[in-house]
């Protein structure tokens, strides 16, 4: 009986040790956020969000501020993007057996909207590889971080741990985190929401340097709108390929696609999809290689 009671504590007294540890990891992570996200919680409880829910979500030791992921958004340039490599050989073979994979979903989706498979395609080629890159920042962080910047002290806070990033000037920075505060709030409430209604965990979710998430690489506020359920299970899964194909074939015909549109109006469609010129011509490039 001794040495049970004896081992029995010494569990109990293993249990408390993690249980305070846990306890302490969570109250340095609230606090350390505290400084970046205090006056984002408020806004988004503010907003309807539920406080306890909010709080507790800051509150995990993942959820961060992302001062060196979000130093590259600053000087990204989407021109610098080496689109052309898609349209070689090994790209556009690995593109056909996609299409091949998911034959019944395309002629589907093209049933219902009216879009080439070809195209769909290559913009799930050109934004994640066919689904195979999907991104490996925290969509999370990556929108609380740059909708936090609407703070004036947080965007002091970020420019003193960013401003040795090269071709980064102050002015440059202020601008693009005024103007990007006010859109990254408007993504990150529209995240928070589809995490809701979906009953997903908003912090394992991971995306691009921008928080576009999913094969189809859709903003959190294209999915309510724009996104479709392709494989009918009731839910909007762009991390599905089903749904992805969906998704993407509503969204360009949304925007004006239709059967047998010529290149230059096409161009305009896929443009809305991302501003790049270089983005169109290789998605362009991509499909007729796709039909030859």
């Given at each position: 009986?001794?040495?049970?009671?004896?081992?029995?504590?010494?569990?109990?007294?293993?249990?408390?040790?993690?249980?305070?540890?846990?306890?302490?990891?969570?109250?340095?992570?609230?606090?350390?956020?505290?400084?970046?996200?205090?006056?984002?919680?408020?806004?988004?409880?503010?907003?309807?969000?539920?406080?306890?829910?909010?709080?507790?979500?800051?509150?995990?030791?993942?959820?961060?501020?992302?001062?060196?992921?979000?130093?590259?958004?600053?000087?990204?340039?989407?021109?610098?993007?080496?689109?052309?490599?898609?349209?070689?050989?090994?790209?556009?073979?690995?593109?056909?057996?996609?299409?091949?994979?998911?034959?019944?979903?395309?002629?589907?989706?093209?049933?219902?909207?009216?879009v080439d498979p070809e195209v769909i395609?290559?913009?799930?080629?050109?934004?994640?590889?066919?689904?195979?890159?999907?991104?490996?920042?925290?969509?999370?962080?990556?929108?609380?971080?740059?909708?936090?910047?609407?703070?004036?002290?947080?965007?002091?806070?970020?420019?003193?741990?960013?401003?040795?990033?090269?071709?980064?000037?102050?002015?440059?920075?202020?601008?693009?985190?005024?103007?990007?505060?006010?859109?990254?709030?408007?993504?990150?409430?529209?995240?928070?929401?589809?995490?809701?209604?979906?009953?997903?965990?908003?912090?394992?979710?991971?995306?691009?340097?921008?928080?576009?998430?999913?094969?189809?690489?859709?903003?959190?506020?294209?999915?309510?709108?724009?996104?479709?359920?392709?494989?009918?299970?009731?839910?909007?899964?762009?991390?599905?390929?089903?749904?992805?194909?969906?998704?993407?074939?509503?969204?360009?015909?949304?925007?004006?696609?239709?059967?047998?549109?010529?290149?230059?109006?096409?161009?305009?469609?896929?443009?809305?999809?991302?501003?790049?010129?270089?983005?169109?011509?290789?998605?362009?490039?991509?499909?007729?290689?796709?039909?030859?």
């Amino acid at each position: 009986m001794t040495q049970f009671t004896a081992w029995q504590g010494r569990v109990i007294f293993g249990f408390l040790c993690f249980l305070g540890l846990a306890l302490l990891t969570a109250s340095a992570a609230a606090e350390k956020n505290g400084a970046y996200y205090q006056s984002l919680q408020k806004r988004l409880i503010a907003d309807g969000f539920d406080a306890a829910v909010i709080r507790e979500l800051y509150a995990r030791p993942e959820v961060k501020f992302e001062a060196k992921g979000i130093s590259v958004y600053f000087v990204h340039r989407e021109s610098k993007v080496h689109y052309e490599r898609y349209t070689d050989q090994l790209h556009i073979e690995k593109a056909r057996v996609y299409l091949q994979q998911h034959q019944a979903t395309f002629a589907e989706a093209e049933n219902l909207y009216g879009v080439d498979p070809e195209v769909i395609t290559a913009i799930i080629l050109v934004e994640t590889q066919l689904g195979t890159l999907l991104g490996s920042r925290s969509v999370l962080n990556t929108l609380s971080t740059m909708a936090a910047l609407s703070d004036p002290k947080v965007r002091n806070l970020l420019w003193r741990k960013i401003k040795d990033t090269p071709d980064l000037t102050r002015a440059v920075f202020d601008k693009k985190a005024a103007r990007k505060s006010k859109w990254a709030y408007r993504e990150l409430m529209a995240f928070l929401r589809h995490a809701r209604a979906q009953g997903f965990d908003p912090a394992e979710i991971k995306g691009s340097f921008a928080g576009a998430m999913g094969i189809a690489q859709f903003m959190p506020s294209n999915i309510d709108t724009l996104g479709k359920d392709g494989n009918n299970d009731g839910k909007i899964n762009l991390f599905d390929d089903a749904d992805a194909i969906a998704s993407i074939a509503f969204y360009l015909k949304e925007h004006g696609w239709q059967p047998g549109i010529e290149r230059k109006k096409a161009a305009k469609v896929i443009y809305h999809y991302n501003h790049s010129d270089e983005y169109v011509d290789a998605i362009l490039s991509v499909t007729e290689r796709l039909k030859g």
